[in-house]
């Protein structure tokens, strides 16, 4: 399984953003049943959770950006979305994706300008 990461940017404070991350090789079963989540890293700091989504469907998010994000998933094109509104600098990081429990995306760089 790989997961490609994509739709990172440079952005102005205030745009958004949609992150894009497609699994492939793997089946729709497998894709469907698995919990999914969106990380980040910013420079000297440690990578954060920033949304979750469950197999069940249920969505949770750091609280920095709740009400700003959003986390979806399309199981007919295996992608993983993370759109995000109202960017602000301190949103600037490198973003990764996450099949649970040990397979990550190669990281797509967002920067918020102030």
């Known amino acids: 399984v790989q997961l490609q990461a994509s739709g990172g940017g440079l952005v102005q404070a205030g745009g958004s953003l949609r992150l894009s991350c497609k699994a492939s090789g793997v089946i729709l079963s497998v894709f469907w049943s698995k919990d999914w989540g969106w990380y980040r890293q910013a420079p000297g700091k440690e990578r954060e959770l920033v949304a979750s989504?469950?197999?069940?469907?249920?969505?949770d998010y750091a609280d920095s950006v709740r009400g700003r994000f959003a986390i979806s998933r399309d199981n007919t094109k295996r992608t993983v979305y993370l759109q995000m509104n109202s960017l602000q600098p301190e949103d600037t990081a490198v973003y990764y994706c996450l099949m649970r429990p040990t397979t990550w995306g190669q990281g797509t760089l967002v920067t918020v300008s102030s």
């Open positions: 989504f469950s197999s069940g469907g249920i969505t």
